[in-house]
């Protein structure tokens, strides 16, 4: 069974940085998508950024364009998500996902439990 396991997140004042980590364990799919997705409370689930099983393809929504860089390394079956310049809007849960490629950006077989993001102002 994969397993999705996500830690850094934590508490921040606005402009600070934070680095999201996702460990991956019983992964099948040797071409594979990772990615990372948010739910702010009250608020639908979005879409944040995705990497390729090799790394050398990435795709970011508008809101996080400049600011996040998601990066993997696959010796260590992990994800990365590194978050600069936060924002209050920031605020969320975050959630590490994997799944087979060859369905675009946004679609996923399994979710990590998220892990709490809180920018303050």
């Known amino acids: 069974q994969v397993q999705l396991v996500e830690s850094g997140g934590g508490l921040v004042q606005a402009g600070g940085s934070l680095k999201l980590s996702c460990a991956v364990s019983?992964?099948?799919?040797?071409?594979?998508?990772m990615g990372w997705f948010r739910q702010a409370p009250g608020k639908e689930r979005e879409f944040v950024a995705a990497?390729?099983?090799?790394?050398?393809?990435?795709h970011y929504s508008d809101f996080v364009k400049g600011r996040f860089t998601i990066s993997r390394d696959n010796a260590k079956n992990t994800a990365y998500l590194q978050m600069n310049s936060l924002k209050p809007e920031d605020t969320a849960v975050f959630y590490c996902?994997?799944?087979?490629?060859?369905?675009?950006?946004?679609?996923?077989?399994?979710w990590g439990q998220g892990t709490q993001v809180t920018v303050s102002s």
């Open positions: 996902v994997y799944g087979r490629a060859g369905r675009g950006w946004y679609e996923y077989d399994y």
């Open positions: 019983g992964g099948t799919f040797s071409w594979n998508i």
């Open positions: 990497i390729n099983w090799s790394g050398d393809s990435t």
